[in-house]
Structures are given as C-alpha cells and as structure tokens.
C-alpha cells in the first residue's frame, strides 16, 4: 500500500487480548507502524515515537499504533515495552497478516492514515520521529476536521 490508497482493514489484538479494529478508529488520524522487538532499526527509531507519542497523547484524535511482528507475541513484547518504558499501544501479529496486507517489505514501516481512511504518508525504514516537520505535518492532519 502507498500514499493515496484507501488503508486496508484490519481487526488485531492488544497486550490484553482487547481486539482493536482500524474501522474503530475511523475519523482520528493513525500512526501505523509495523515493527518486530529483533528489528535494530525498529529499536533505534522506537525511543523518538514515544516523544511523537508524549507530544500527541493528549489530542483525542490521534492514535499511535505499534503493530509487533513478533512471532512469540506479548510474551515477547511486554518485557521490551517496560524494560524501555514505551507506552505507545501496541498490537500483536504474529502471523504477520498485516504485513501481507499493507504489501510491507521489511520493518520498521509506518502509515500514516488521515481521518478519511487514506494513507497520507508511508516511510520504509527507521526515522526520526520526533522531527519538527513530522509534528508540523500532523498537526495539519490533526487540524483538518472535513470527516
């Protein structure tokens, strides 16, 4: 999937087996990345999307989902969550459904999904996250109430 696609629809689980649905979400703007807790670059970008996470946490609309590619699930991403004090939601997908679906090549990979349901913006690889030109961009987003 790329930048002006429809997202594709999806139905995964949290840590606490809650299942969260990307029709759920419709009408907020989505940080969607696709990552694994082996992924050296997944673990270098991590620590800049939790300050994206902290600086956007507090605005209703927007949602930051981590989905973990991790073949042995929460067991295997709970310790890394809280050994690294991340608290972005993460989603398990162990079976890596979503990978097939969004046509990802490698982790990290993230979307970025206005409140329409499109794919606004698709990075391949670990980013800085916390950039003012990221924050800018989705505060635009953010600002743009047309549902």
Request: glycine share 6%; aromatic share 10%; charged share 30%.
């Amino acid at each position: 999937m790329a930048a002006g696609d429809r997202a594709a629809e999806f139905t995964l689980e949290d840590l606490n087996g809650k299942k969260v649905s990307l029709s759920s979400l419709r009408g907020k703007v989505i940080f969607l990345n696709l990552w694994a807790t082996w992924c050296a670059p997944c673990r270098e970008e991590m620590p800049a999307m939790e300050e994206l996470y902290n600086e956007f946490k507090g605005n209703k609309d927007f949602v930051m989902l981590a989905v973990s590619q991790d073949r042995f699930g929460a067991s295997a991403v709970k310790p890394y969550l809280e050994k690294n004090g991340f608290h972005f939601q993460v989603l398990l997908d162990p079976e890596n459904k979503l990978s097939d679906l969004y046509d990802v090549s490698g982790v990290p990979e993230t979307f970025i999904i206005d409140r329409h349901g499109r794919i606004v913006a698709h990075h391949m690889g670990a980013f800085d996250w916390s950039r003012s030109d990221v924050r800018e961009a989705l505060e635009q987003l953010l600002d743009a109430k047309d549902v």
